[in-house]
């Protein structure tokens, strides 16, 4: 009898100790790096007594609001350039910073509020190393009188974050 009890309990023992499975890890460490390309530009305007916007889209429309006037003087407008090298397949969030105030050549302030992308998010990368994935980002300029946003140029820096996910 006490044979056949340790008997049952090796089987048993064979039938609990079966390898375990699971996920293996991803072929390399997966991370992202984000080049700035280009800039946002807006090109050149000009306005009258009330101000109002104008906007850049990330497909590269300029459009304004209010009394400002687009003017095609040689200036570009564009929108912000990122190349994204990731993984084929990554899954990425972008999320914009806070508006940014951008200061003039001759005094006056512009609020940038970032505008959405061309890829939208969250996002896929797409392209094999060593090519990129490209994303363009748009903004809006909210401008003022020509008393409080004087005839210059403007320059800021603005935040966008890229997160992996």
């Given at each position: 009898m006490k044979g056949?009890?340790?008997?049952?309990?090796?089987?048993?023992?064979?039938?609990?100790?079966?390898?375990?499975?699971?996920?293996?890890?991803?072929?390399?460490?997966?991370?992202i790096f984000v080049n700035p390309a280009q800039g946002l530009r807006f090109g050149a305007f000009t306005l009258g007594t009330t101000g109002g916007t104008v906007a850049v889209a990330s497909s590269g429309a300029r459009t304004s609001t209010g009394d400002v006037v687009l003017l095609q003087l040689g200036y570009t407008f564009a929108p912000a350039i990122f190349e994204v090298d990731a993984n084929p397949g990554t899954l990425i969030q972008i999320v914009n910073g806070p508006a940014a105030v951008l200061t003039g050549s001759n005094g006056g302030t512009l609020l940038l509020t970032i505008g959405s992308s061309s890829t939208g998010t969250p996002f896929?990368?797409?392209?094999?190393?060593p090519a990129r994935t490209l994303v363009r980002i748009g903004g809006t300029l909210t401008v003022g009188n020509l008393l409080s946003n004087p005839a210059g140029q403007y320059s800021g820096t603005f935040n966008v974050t890229f997160i992996q996910e």
């Open positions: 056949f009890v340790y008997t049952i309990l090796f089987i048993s023992g064979l039938l609990v100790c079966r390898p375990a499975k699971g996920q293996q890890p991803p072929p390399r460490p997966i991370s896929i990368a797409t392209a094999t190393p």
